[in-house]
């Protein structure tokens, strides 16, 4: 079985090939990543700043002040409103003068800034990246008017029903885990934001040793090493750099043998569920059924990939076929994933008419436990490992998603999987070891999240966990 | 200047080198089109089955029976559902299998059928894709449940206000136009669908003629059409086939010179805007302003593709720095153009609190009329270009969008630009040209939908139209 890449963080100024010289990487002696996959045949590029600095780092458990949850989310957004040399006027039109893809976003674990461009735009957007990212100025005007832009961002998502229940199945399903606290913090938390905290946020977090720079597609690794080098003032007197030179960071990773949430965590067991309902005006429930789910660096993940794939991953999966395809009770059922470095979260997604929903989460249980009883056929185990070859084959031929997976790896555990490990990984995994992640899951305390009109549902919400 | 490449109709069994080779049509004597584009290096492929009917085909104006309001739609649903040899399951485990992206849209001038997939795997899903377009069985328990699925689809996009907005703004700008009907009917009139209404237009409107066949990617032409042919029954007994073989239709193109709606058109005119609320719970009023725009075939569309980019294309639009970047007040803000055949739309998006609901609309208004006015910088248009020019490119790099292209241009107006010929076109463009088709639009009577909490927003609903 091919080993996946590891990455190592102790060998500055390393600039070693992987993947046999298709991936390079370089540690520049700042701490600074640079990582890279060159494309044969492509015209365009996908670059990306990551810093390995998400929601989950704002508030320490000495308890900052409550203005600084959604200061990462503020701070991506600042970034875009201007440095020493660019206002936000001029940093907009260097990626629309070229027709580039280009934008951030904030998640659980890092913020990314990225790009897409023609070949001959690399530089340039890397040129721009690097300032934005290392130079804003977060200035005292643009605060106050891109807090009314991020109010309005909150309020759309809160309008968005969908949405809503995904912040609110992560708060119940992860308890008091900062994991579980939604991205961009809550209007209340951006009303009272203020400049000093997410400036110090940024300072205290931006700097070379959480940087990662990744890139795909039309890339010469030595020439973008070379322009990023350039383009950042790595010199240890620089404002953005700190006290560390030399040592890049990683989020530690848990182990699986760690004990789960703990305290905090959803208090139900067995097969009871806790049902937590938000009551809106809507035609539709929107309903997310789960538990906790497998970290980033858990050897299971590979079976409980195929385990998804033949419970909710397509139209053939067994979750579209009964709710919708035999039973017409929903237009969409699915089920998913979501991993980080210490916690994970299992969910199974469905909107469906009130009155239906407690036959959807019913079924969604039911279709969980099957597998965790029986397991599954030889014929959805083969069909799912030829749907994973498949859609991976064609999400890859995306420079952004090499990009990224580039950036996931190198902050997350440091193993990089390319294709072929990865398929490998799938192929070696049993029957047994499908059937038991689907027994471990099924096991977990289960969170129901229904978010609409629920008076008709006949689902009842359970008192909230101590 | 280039010369856009023309696709003829009078010519069966014409079988065409287009753009130099990398694009090529035949024409089969049956009056079915098959187009494909080869791109070198790709080791995938988009493939298209297009019908060319939408929902605007729906109901004649000798007044069908209302249940066939959304029939395309439910039909496009049921062509998933089984034919003689091969069951709702095997036919999404068909493409499931395979990891291929695999789906269907029903839009208002046209249906697609679409599969992405490896190269290995185009000729099985050419055979699946044919299997379901020209034999499905439209069983009648089948139908039954799908009318449960459709409602749900229609719920899932009554919860969602800016697709209600969207909905609206088509009714309130294109009046009683076939174009102005929701695609997917309405949850009554598919209460009241019977199955043999669809399986009626499903026999009238599926056949050779109405179909176009594209793929791009690692495609071989010959190749491909041997293997349509073989996958679809082409003989004159077929019961899908007409008693017009070798007649390809292409849906008339309306004149430029046609008068514009005429009667059931908005009947606002001048400075008056009409205004629509659709009163809603929300944090967010979605708003669109806007007007009838051009058609698929106005040689204004260059003009109006730049002026749209200046005006709400981008982070730098005017819309974007006006209403977001300067004052906060929206998370989103864009502009942009809808062509079919013989009518276009115009719009103007934002989300905004509804206390600032009436400022958007009055900076939209005078941003429009500021170009109407006073024209586009030199800056502003050649950035406009360059972003065209980039983000086509960016664009194209995607299989599905150059499948699309191809059937897109089959199914309007027959005139096909690749991407040298349309940048020809947009460099033509003047700035006279570009103000111009601003004072067109600024000029023509202005429909502004609002969808959401509009009691706080000051704006006030005029009489419904005649």
Chains 1, 2 share one sequence.
Request: a negative charge; glycine letters at 10%.
């Amino acid at each position: 079985m091919r080993e996946p890449i590891l990455l190592p963080l102790d060998r500055p100024e390393l600039s070693a090939d992987l993947s046999g010289g298709a991936m390079r990487r370089t540690v520049h002696p700042s701490g600074l990543r640079i990582l890279t996959e060159r494309m044969p045949g492509s015209r365009s590029a996908s670059i990306g700043f990551w810093v390995g600095v998400g929601s989950r780092d704002e508030q320490s458990e000495r308890g900052d002040a409550p203005g600084s949850l959604g200061s990462t989310h503020f701070l991506e957004h600042l970034l875009f409103k201007g440095t020493p040399t660019r206002d936000a006027y001029s940093i907009a039109t260097s990626f629309d003068r070229i027709g580039a893809e280009h934008n951030a976003l904030t998640a659980k674990e890092y913020t990314c800034y990225y790009a897409k461009v023609r070949d001959a735009d690399i530089e340039g957007a890397v040129t721009v990246l690097a300032d934005m990212v290392t130079n804003s100025v977060l200035d005292t005007g643009e605060f106050e008017t891109e807090r009314g832009v991020i109010l309005e961002e909150l309020a759309m998502a809160s309008d968005d029903l969908a949405d809503v229940a995904n912040e609110r199945f992560f708060e119940e399903a992860l308890g008091s885990h900062p994991l579980g606290r939604p991205i961009g913090g809550s209007p209340d938390t951006i009303r009272e934001a203020v400049r000093d905290d997410v400036d110090r946020h940024y300072r205290d977090r931006y700097d070379p040793t959480t940087l990662v720079i990744t890139a795909a597609g039309a890339i010469d690794h030595d020439r973008l090493v070379e322009q990023v080098v350039a383009a950042l003032d790595l010199s240890p007197e620089e404002r953005w750099h700190t006290d560390r030179p030399g040592v890049a960071v990683r989020r530690p990773m848990g182990s699986v043998d760690d004990p789960l949430l703990g305290p905090g965590g959803p208090a139900a067991t067995g097969a009871e569920a806790r049902v937590s309902i938000t009551n809106r005006p809507s035609e539709q429930l929107n309903l997310l059924i789960g538990t906790e789910g497998f970290r980033g660096n858990d050897p299971r993940r590979f079976a409980f990939g195929i385990m998804n794939s033949v419970l909710g991953g397509g139209m053939s999966s067994r979750l579209f076929q009964e709710i919708r395809e035999k039973r017409g009770l929903a237009y969409t059922a699915y089920s998913f994933g979501a991993s980080y470095s210490d916690a994970g979260l299992f969910g199974m997604y469905a909107g469906s008419a009130p009155e239906k929903a407690a036959e959807v989460v019913d079924l969604s249980r039911l279709e969980l436990q099957r597998i965790a009883d029986g397991g599954i056929t030889e014929e959805e185990h083969e069909m799912a490992l030829g749907q994973i070859a498949g859609s991976s084959a064609l999400a890859l031929e995306d420079s952004d998603t090499r990009m990224g997976r580039l950036a996931r790896a190198e902050l997350g555990s440091g193993e990089l999987y390319d294709l072929d490990a990865s398929l490998e990984r799938f192929a070696a995994v049993t029957a047994e070891e499908i059937r038991a992640v689907a027994a471990e899951l099924a096991a977990r305390p289960t969170t129901v999240v229904a978010v609409g009109d629920a008076t008709r549902s006949g689902l009842v919400a359970t008192e909230p966990a101590e």
